[in-house]
């Protein structure tokens, strides 16, 4: 079965810094790996995807992701965080077989302070 | 990207009463849709995968009989919430598989929020 594991509930970050925020994963075969932001009352938007090729995907919003497969990890990280980067993150996978299946993080709820 | 639309955006209910979700793929054919809930502060929880002309694949603890999966089209779906009790209430998010997609591409619709009285 797969699974993914965000370890970190919260994360905060001082304005200007960079930011990580971190992502395990579980899935038989090759995965296909994803990262989401969601604002209060609002819908997934797409931050970015790896899918084959190379291992760091960079995305929008001047995120960019590593994947590393012997640490079976798909960091999330930006170089220098925005106040207006706080919101909740999640970290999905989905497996190349069992029926298409996206399967969610928990979330972690990124703070930027000014 | 390809857009996924739900409708409604939010609604009330009384509690007793059932409520339809539509999940549409407007410029793009899905045989594939998937149903998420959310609870606030939590994580996306699938709960069942919907499929085009046949009956849709509920998740493990998912009743199938109090959250009815339609799929008429290549394009829509629906999830309706029966006899709806406050513990229903919640944001739904469905997705859909593109189905031109190589590596199977699933769009997320802005979900719906229900809330039971």
């Known amino acids: 079965a797969q699974s993914v594991a965000q370890p970190e509930d919260q994360v905060n970050v001082a304005e200007g810094n960079p930011l990580t925020v971190k992502c395990t994963y579980s899935?038989?075969?090759?995965?296909?790996l994803f990262w989401y932001v969601q604002y209060p009352n609002r819908g997934l938007q797409f931050l970015l995807k790896y899918i084959t090729g190379d291992n760091l995907v960079k995305g929008s919003y001047g995120f960019e992701a590593e994947f590393n497969k012997s640490q079976t990890s798909f960091h999330l990280k930006k170089p220098s965080a925005l106040v207006s980067d706080s919101a909740l993150y999640f970290c999905?996978?989905?497996?190349?077989?069992?029926?298409?299946?996206?399967?969610f993080g928990a979330g972690t709820r990124l703070f930027v302070k000014a | 990207g390809a857009v996924v639309s739900q409708h409604p955006s939010w609604v009330i209910c009384k509690s007793g009463t059932s409520v339809k979700i539509e999940c549409r793929s407007l410029?793009?054919?899905?045989?594939?849709m998937f149903w998420y809930r959310q609870f606030p502060k939590q994580s996306l929880m699938l709960m069942a995968t919907s499929n085009e002309g046949s009956k849709a694949t509920y998740e493990q603890g998912v009743e199938k009989d109090k959250f009815l999966i339609n799929h008429a089209s290549l394009t829509l779906s629906t999830l309706t919430v029966t006899s709806a009790h406050p513990e229903d209430s919640s944001f739904y998010i469905c997705?859909?598989?593109?189905?031109?997609?190589?590596?199977?591409?699933?769009?997320f619709g802005p979900g719906t929020r229900l809330t039971v009285l």
């Open positions: 997705s859909a598989r593109d189905d031109r997609s190589s590596y199977n591409e699933q769009f």
């Open positions: 410029d793009f054919q899905a045989t594939t």
């Open positions: 999905a996978v989905r497996a190349v077989t069992g029926g298409f299946k996206t399967i």
């Open positions: 899935v038989s075969g090759n995965p296909y």
